[in-house]
């Protein structure tokens, strides 16, 4: 399915202080005490959306892309947090009334294709991406076509299990209680995105797990390098 571009707004600057943490994708398990994660890095970074073109092409399911343009900053859709300049970056924002859970954007360009990624975009809410590859924004270049692959939504929406679980997020760590009567004999996965300003930053969710159940009653930690008190967003968690 393609969607042709109609270009509403000539370039514009926008400089976003994001005070995320953007951390080292933890796709492994951190339980209790575990110090396999590396060190929190400061989490003070700044990055940037310049010479932004808004947009608005529909992409189905609810899905729109509201913004095309340049990103810098930390890289954080492969968990290697490097430093980057002019990346291609898009904004997309679910207008359904149900939780993305996945899907594959192809940006075409005339030459090289610009590809994206999305994961956990809940109704209403607003992703920047970040181009797979890295590819550099050229404001020269005629953003026409878009293509989307492999759209899925949840089948049922995702919960934070707030009847069962209370968590907290601090500087590298979630602190999960079972505030239920019962143990919880299963594995608990949490899934989490960095977010600032009212959008969550990357097509990336992150996830951290505590094996060996939790008692009634009890605190455990999942622990993750990436986590951060004011930039990061639990999505919801499963219990295996």
């Known amino acids: 399915m393609k ?11 926008l400089a976003i202080i994001t005070t995320l943490s953007f951390f080292t994708a933890c796709g492994g398990a ?8 590396p060190a929190l890095p400061d989490n003070s970074q700044q990055a ?24 810098t900053g930390i890289y954080m859709e492969d968990g290697s947090d490097e430093v980057v300049s ?23 360009t005339g030459e090289t294709d610009g590809l994206f990624e999305l994961t956990t975009l809940p109704p209403g809410q607003s992703v920047v991406l970040l181009e797979q590859t890295r590819m ?27 009847d069962k679980l209370e968590l907290q997020v601090l500087d590298g760590v979630i602190n999960v209680t079972n505030i239920s ?14 977010s600032a300003a009212d959008l969550y930053y990357g097509g990336i969710t992150y996830r951290s797990r505590i094996t060996g159940g939790l008692k009634a009653g009890e605190i455990r930690q999942v622990v993750g390098a990436h986590l951060s008190k004011s930039g990061t967003a639990i999505m919801f968690v499963t219990i295996v």
Not at 3 to 13: C, D, E, P, R, Y
Not at 30 to 37: K, L
Not at 146 to 160: G, K
């Open 181 to 194: 009567d019962n143990d919880i004999d299963g594995e608990i996965v949490v899934y989490y995105k960095n």
């Open 3 to 13: 969607k042709l571009i109609n270009k509403k707004l000539i370039a514009t600057l």
């Open 86 to 108: 002019g990346v291609l970056m898009m904004v997309v924002k679910n207008t359904g009334d149900k939780t993305v859970q996945y899907a594959k954007i192809t940006l075409e």
């Open 30 to 37: 951190a339980n209790s005490g575990s110090s396999s994660q």
């Open 136 to 162: 550099s924004y050229d404001k020269n270049t005629a953003y026409t076509t878009v293509t989307t692959e492999n759209l899925a939504l949840f089948s049922a929406e995702p919960s934070l299990m707030t």
């Open 48 to 71: 940037s959306a310049d010479q932004l073109e808004e947009h608005y092409i529909n992409l189905n399911n609810g899905l729109v892309i509201t913004d095309i343009g340049s990103y």
